[in-house]
C-alpha cells in the first residue's frame, strides 16, 4: 500500500494539483467511502473516522459532499407514529 500511495503522490505532484487540492480530493474520498459502507448513516460513519457527528455533518457541508444521496432509503418512523404496546406500558 505504501508504494501505492506514493506512487500517487509522485502522480499528483508531476500532474500540478496542490497540497491543498489532494488533501480536499483525498478527504471527500475518504469520507464518501465510510459513509457509504454505513449506508450514509452519519453517526456510524462518524464513530468509524474517529470524530464527532457534528464535526462528520460540518465537514460533509464543507467539502460540499451530497451524504443524503447515499442513504439506503429506509428511516425509522417519527416518534409520533410509534404505538405503545400494552405489555410495555410505563410502571408508576
Request: with cysteine; proline share 3%; glycine share 6%.
Amino acid at each position: 500500500m505504501r508504494d501505492q500511495l506514493e506512487a500517487l503522490v509522485v502522480h499528483m505532484f508531476r500532474s500540478g494539483i496542490t497540497y491543498s487540492e489532494g488533501v480536499c480530493e483525498f478527504k471527500k474520498k475518504f469520507i464518501l467511502t465510510v459513509l457509504q459502507d454505513c449506508n450514509g448513516n452519519q453517526c456510524k460513519a462518524a464513530r468509524l473516522l474517529g470524530m464527532h457527528r457534528n464535526t462528520l455533518s460540518r465537514t460533509i457541508a464543507d467539502l460540499k459532499l451530497d451524504a443524503k444521496g447515499l442513504r439506503d432509503g429506509t428511516r425509522r418512523p417519527p416518534r409520533s407514529v410509534h404505538t405503545i404496546h400494552p405489555e410495555k406500558k410505563a410502571v408508576r
